[in-house]
């Protein structure tokens, strides 16, 4: 059980030890829930923390099935063979990724603002959330994290249904999970505190990560002689 989930961020991170310390390791956390959690992670690892924001493409009149997914980096994904089966039309398809880009884009200037896009190409990429419930859109931020190209992708949460072990190690490089109970209900019923994520809070957590980075490179100031 979690107090809540810079709790459970706290005691992932005692799990991810190995990755601390490393200059090729970057930490990504899911908006917004897993933001808070991957900011733990992040100050533990002395690791640099960023965001992949995730939208899964639905099929209309059905949106839980995902027919593909956009990213953060323009990534997109379709599952083209999917929309063939289905019967979903050319002008039904761009009018999902349509949505979803819109919203994506709003997301990523609400979190990202001027920063620049995340850089994953031959680093070692710790992706975080709050947990894992029916694992689907963990694999869509799996596919979409793929096609930029990382050394390693670690798939890290505080708790998951025992089935999500064989489910993410298929399409990750690591799994590592505090919590793998056999009876799982949902994600929140493993947190005291399982309280909406605000934007707010997930841009202060990014500040905050930055501010590091910033004061690293800011020049000494010396001494009046």
């Known amino acids: ?5 810079a709790d459970g961020g706290r005691q992932l991170a005692r799990k991810l030890t190995a990755y601390a310390n490393r200059s090729d390791v970057l930490v990504l956390g899911i908006p917004r829930g897993g933001v808070p959690v991957a900011f ?3 100050q533990a690892l002395h690791a640099p923390l960023d965001i992949l924001l995730v939208r899964k493409l639905g099929t209309p009149g059905q949106k839980e099935l995902a027919m593909g997914a956009i990213a953060s980096g323009g990534i997109r994904i379709v599952n083209h063979e999917l929309v063939a089966e289905l019967g979903i039309s050319a002008n039904q398809l761009a009018e999902v990724i349509a949505a979803q880009e819109a919203e994506l884009h709003r997301r990523e200037q609400l979190f990202r603002g001027s920063r ?3 850089s994953a190409q031959g680093r070692i990429i710790i992706l975080v959330d709050d947990g894992i419930a029916t694992g689907s859109s963990m694999r869509a931020a799996i596919d979409a994290l793929r096609t930029l190209q990382p050394k390693k992708i670690v798939v ?3 708790v998951a249904p025992s089935r999500a072990d064989v489910q993410i190690k298929g399409v990750a490089d690591e799994f590592v999970c505090v919590l793998k109970p056999e009876w799982f209900f949902g994600i929140g019923q493993f947190y005291e ?3 909406q994520t605000e ?3 997930v841009q202060a957590l990014l500040q905050h990560a930055a501010r590091p980075v910033a004061a690293e490179r800011k020049p000494e100031k010396r001494g009046v002689a």
């Open 156 to 158: 890290a949460v505080p």
């Open 1 to 5: 059980m979690f107090r809540d989930r």
């Open 40 to 42: 733990e992670v992040a």
């Open 199 to 201: 934007d707010s809070e």
């Open 193 to 195: 505190d399982f309280s």
């Open 116 to 118: 620049p896009d995340i």
